[in-house]
């Protein structure tokens, strides 16, 4: 049997950017579900950082008291997974678990996220978030000063070498499945004291999440401390194409097109966070979700006030229309 609920706006996602735009509906005093999966990107990380006045925070505790903070303005929060959408504005449905549940609103956020895509290398994944990093900004202090490797994975992976270059004199540049460097770059590259390494990749050496050597084509190693990967960033789309839009997609990334505010082409529908931002990290993902919240209360308010007015002029309407009706019958009762 489906269960059937009803709100001003659904909210597909509890990460950051989605709690973040439920707190701001809530306390407009719209009535919101968000709909989580409980599977943050973040889950892995021992901490957030560059979150200002939370540095370091467990990414899983900052979750814990957005959701708190969600609820205590009246947020209902759903456990589960959003598996299909359908509908237009004022009038959409979110499936969750199948046929399990049926939201029904008349906005939509998604703050669905995205799917880090990782080489296909061993090793990576089992040290992923822990001592395999793709964020200078993210994890770049915490292995300021050791051995780090940077493995080629596209054209970004040179920019990932300056930047790491930055808090370690010990960076390697495994090329892999980089563009071989040009002559101007293997200058900069020797100017930063970073050495080049072209045989493929075969393999991380791990123990259990910390990363112990690059293994080469041919056998060979180098012990490192930290990897550094660039994957490519594949937003959750499924539910705004089903809604009819169309996503964007590039080498590295696909994503949800919106414009700052998060508007999509699709009527109806926001997206806040990394569904719509691929490189927007923990602190720009919930002022995405402020910012989109905010734009929905302003829409949702825009249409009640239209309302508003049709209902005030309705009797106004109708009373002229009688006494219209009335003159009319009454010019023909003269002969008129």
């Known amino acids: 049997m489906t269960t059937n609920k009803q709100a001003d706006v659904v909210v597909i996602g509890g990460g950051v950017a989605g709690l973040a735009a439920a ?174 390494v072209t045989p493929r990749v075969e393999r991380l050496l791990v123990e259990g999440t910390q990363v112990r050597a690059v293994e080469i084509e041919g056998g060979r190693s180098f012990e490192i401390d930290a990897a550094v990967v660039a994957p490519r960033f594949i937003a959750r789309t499924a539910l705004y194409e089903a809604l009819g839009g169309n996503r964007t997609t590039s080498p590295f990334f696909e994503q949800i097109p919106a414009d700052p505010r998060g508007t999509t082409a699709v009527p109806g529908v926001w997206a806040a966070g990394n569904a719509s931002e691929i490189m927007t990290m923990v602190a720009a993902s919930a002022a995405s979700g402020v910012t989109v919240g905010s734009a929905v209360h302003g829409d949702l308010a825009a249409a009640d006030l239209a309302q508003a007015v049709r209902a005030r002029r309705k009797p106004f309407s109708a009373a002229m229309e009688a006494e219209n009706c009335e003159a009319i019958l009454g010019d023909r009762r003269h002969g008129i």
């Open 23 to 196: 707190v701001v509906l809530g306390r407009s005093r719209r009535s919101v579900i968000v709909v989580d999966a409980g599977q943050p990107r973040n889950a892995p990380s021992a901490g957030a950082h560059n979150v200002l006045g939370l540095e370091g925070i467990s990414p899983l505790e900052l979750l814990a008291r957005g959701r708190a903070e969600a609820e205590s303005y009246g947020v209902n929060i759903v456990t589960g997974s959003a598996t299909n959408a359908s509908g237009v504005l004022d009038d959409f449905t979110i499936e969750v678990d199948g046929e399990a549940l049926h939201v029904k609103a008349r906005r939509v956020v998604l703050a669905t996220g995205l799917i880090d895509e990782l080489p296909a290398v061993p090793g990576i994944e089992a040290a992923w978030g822990h001592s395999v990093l793709h964020c200078a900004f993210c994890h770049g202090w915490e292995v300021r000063d050791q051995r780090i490797a940077v493995l080629g994975c596209n054209e970004n992976s040179f920019h990932q070498v300056l930047l790491f270059s930055q808090l370690s004199d010990d960076v390697t540049f495994f090329i892999h499945d980089a563009p071989n460097p040009t002559d101007e770059q293997r200058e900069q590259l020797a100017a930063l004291g970073v050495d080049v």
